[in-house]
């Protein structure tokens, strides 16, 4: 049988420790190919460039396996490989990240790691997002390493609805205090921002984003509850943005 | 009874003519506040940032209204809109628009338009984007107008689930041929893609990205199809990715 071919993306950027970490481990269950953005690309969401062209150029990043980097967001990136780089090929699998950083409740809509997980699954590509909880350029991602393993294994054995993919969220915990996998659903966090205000060289006031993650929703069934005690979190997770509880109540708009 | 306060953005920048149009209806219904982007941020989805620091600037743009050009994204313009410019204010109600070509089906997640709406909503503000199908500088909002007043109406006076906001799409048609509102879901439809390859200047190859939307949802509930038959889209959306369904089938994977 053909080794399986695993497409390996992420948002921090083609030299983050994270993405190294997960090609080492993609390339131990089948032929991967990388196409990642040449820089970092946090909170890019489902952004796409339109109005300027775009570069991918074929780099040498990791020892023997075909590297391109893209000028563009992540979703760019997999756009440009599903269509220019793997154009006549079949992606058995898409895998971002690792996220250095938590993509768990609300982050899945700013996070260029989730968006991009989130296109290959709109191409009907098995997909995941993998995140450790950790923002660290240090981070230790030794101890996530053999969950992601049979994440992915589990990802290429079985099939996936289509348009599904998974948001998995890895707790900073040492390996023998990871307890597990939970599949759960989003929590209802969200951020709570503050803009630092100040002035540049020449006097002009500028806006720097600031802000602290708060989760108003205690349930026991959401990622945010798996990863505080000590479990991987897995949200599947889709594109359907229709809130179908609300239609009912919203059908008098159609008589105004 | 003092007059709502409506914060009105878009993706288009704040001198496209579809938040002109925006401006004047809501400043027939209450007290207008504009951020809006300094330059057109088509496509940037979800996107904020983080690495740069952001600029505002109090602009004379639309007669006897308070407006703001931003240098971010939309997602940025109602962040700055909450937390600075109207910092100890309630906001009553967001609208985003009138956007440029329609925002129906996917086009959601890939909207700046759409995004900023849904910031707001997140916010717990009421929120509605509106997206007119007919991408030219030159669209005429004219026969759209009664019914985004309506809408605008309907919003400022009954209480909206909170995290909800409205995605409204437009057919571009005459006003007689304006069939009414209709409450749908989000046709599954997605984008087929090309990259338009070539040479720059100094002989560089880039990729510049060009598609082609294609509906594969037939079904007589979606967006598209009401669109299709002269009908104004509302389609009642919120930010729970979470794929209820695949849940159960899922379950498996914790005991791997």
């Given at each position: 049988m053909n080794k399986p071919l695993i497409l390996v993306t992420n948002d921090d950027g083609i030299i983050a420790p994270g993405i190294r970490k997960l090609v080492e481990i993609a390339s131990e269950l089948g032929e991967v190919v990388?196409?990642?953005?040449?820089?970092?690309?946090?909170?890019?969401?489902?952004?796409?460039?339109?109005?300027?062209p775009l570069r991918l150029k074929k780099v040498k990043v990791f020892e023997g396996i075909e590297a391109w980097?893209?000028?563009?967001?992540?979703?760019?990136?997999?756009?440009?490989a599903k269509h220019v780089v793997l154009k006549n090929r079949t992606i058995d699998l898409c895998v971002s990240g690792i996220n250095h950083g938590s993509n768990a409740s609300i982050n899945i809509i700013y996070s260029g790691t989730l968006s991009a997980a989130m296109e290959a699954a709109l191409e009907n590509i098995k997909s995941?997002?993998?995140?450790?909880?950790?923002?660290?350029?240090?981070?230790?991602?030794?101890?996530?390493?053999?969950?992601?393993?049979k994440i992915m294994q589990y990802a290429l054995e079985k099939p996936f609805e289509s348009g599904n993919l998974l948001n998995v969220n890895i707790p900073k915990l040492p390996a023998d205090q990871l307890?597990?996998?939970r599949v759960c659903r989003q929590a209802d966090g969200r951020?709570?921002?503050?803009?630092?205000?100040?002035?540049?060289?020449?006097?002009?006031?500028?806006?720097?984003?600031?802000?602290?993650?708060?989760?108003?929703?205690?349930a026991e069934d959401t990622d945010i509850d798996?990863?505080?005690?000590?479990?991987?979190s897995i949200v599947p997770s889709m594109h359907d943005l229709t809130n179908y509880k609300a239609m009912g109540s919203l059908k008098a708009l159609e008589q105004i």
């Open positions: 990388v196409v990642a953005p040449d820089s970092p690309q946090s909170g890019k969401g489902h952004g796409i460039t339109i109005h300027d980097e893209c000028s563009g967001t992540p979703v760019d990136c997999v756009k440009l995941i997002g993998f995140s450790l909880d950790d923002f660290s350029f240090d981070a230790d991602f030794a101890p996530a390493t053999p969950w992601i393993r307890k597990g996998l951020w709570v921002e503050t803009f630092v205000e100040g002035r540049d060289p020449s006097g002009h006031p500028y806006y720097w984003l600031s802000g602290q993650f708060v989760n108003q929703d205690h798996a990863l505080k005690n000590g479990y991987i």
